[in-house]
């Protein structure tokens, strides 16, 4: 596994947020992450897109599709905390990529 340099930038911090969750996704996403610290790897990714999706509430909300998009964002971190502490049996990583997504505009709504 190779290192990543995350910039943190005084004048725009969510960014750096965005950009550690966009680190994480990668190496999570990877075949060989898959072993003793794995399950390390997907918790904190998971952290770290519940918290992106925290900060970018507000723009979420703003947007044309606001509401429907935090709709499924907060049902997306409703599977998150499930899936977590074991109530349903989904992979947390898959609903942490699917959430990133949502997030990050990458999932489109409808």
């Not at 999570?28 to 003793?36: D, L, T």
């Amino acid at each position: 596994m190779s290192d990543r340099v995350v910039v943190l930038r005084t004048q725009d911090p969510v960014s750096f947020v965005a950009d550690a969750c966009g680190a994480l996704a990668e190496v999570v996403n990877k075949i060989q992450a898959w072993g003793p610290s794995h399950d390390e790897l997907v918790r904190v990714y998971a952290e770290l897109v519940r918290a992106l999706a925290n900060l970018e509430r507000p723009i979420l909300a703003r947007a044309e599709s606001g509401e429907v998009r935090l709709n499924i964002v907060d049902h997306l971190i409703e599977r998150l905390d499930q899936a977590q502490s074991g109530q349903i049996n989904m992979a947390v990583a898959d609903i942490a990529d699917r959430l990133h997504g949502e997030i990050t505009g990458a999932v489109p709504v409808g």
